[in-house]
Nanobody
Framework: QVQLVESGGGLVQAGGSLRLSCAAS????????MGWFRQAPGKEREFVAY????????RIADSVKGRFTISRDNAKNMVYLQMNSLKPEDTATYYC?????????????????????WGQGTQVTVSS
């Protein structure tokens, strides 16, 4: 079982930037795709971004497209979420997760049950 630890959250003004990091334990990190999800108070958890193990297949939610980017460094067992032009509606707890499930279907990366390990989350608060 892999352990995932997120960091980099905090309080930022609208229009600002943050970079979230996710550190993964274990020697098989580079074999797995990874994702970022978020959950705002009173709302369901939603997909934010996905990156294939090789880094050459990326998916970004429409709500953050053009503002957020996902990347990874397999040598360091790290995955990142760069968040620019932040808006108050981006306020949420952000989670990284390891994709270990099916790649079937066009939207496999959206399916939470395809992710088998989750971090504890890091809080992002965007003030207006």
């Amino acid at each position: 079982q892999v352990q995932l630890v997120e960091s980099g959250g905090g309080l930022v003004q609208a229009g600002g930037s943050l970079r979230l990091s996710c550190a993964a334990s274990g020697r098989t990190f580079s074999s797995y795709a990874m994702g970022w999800f978020r959950q705002a108070p009173g709302k369901e958890r939603e997909f934010v971004a996905y990156i294939h193990w090789s880094g050459d297949n990326v998916r970004i939610a429409d709500s953050v497209k053009g503002r957020f980017t996902i990347s990874r460094d397999n040598a360091k067992n790290m995955v990142y979420l760069q968040m620019n032009s932040l808006k108050p509606e981006d306020t949420a707890t952000y989670y990284c997760a390891r994709h270990a499930g099916s790649f079937s279907g066009s939207y496999f990366y959206l399916v939470e049950s395809n992710y088998d390990s989750w971090g504890q989350g890091t809080q992002v608060t965007v003030s207006s």
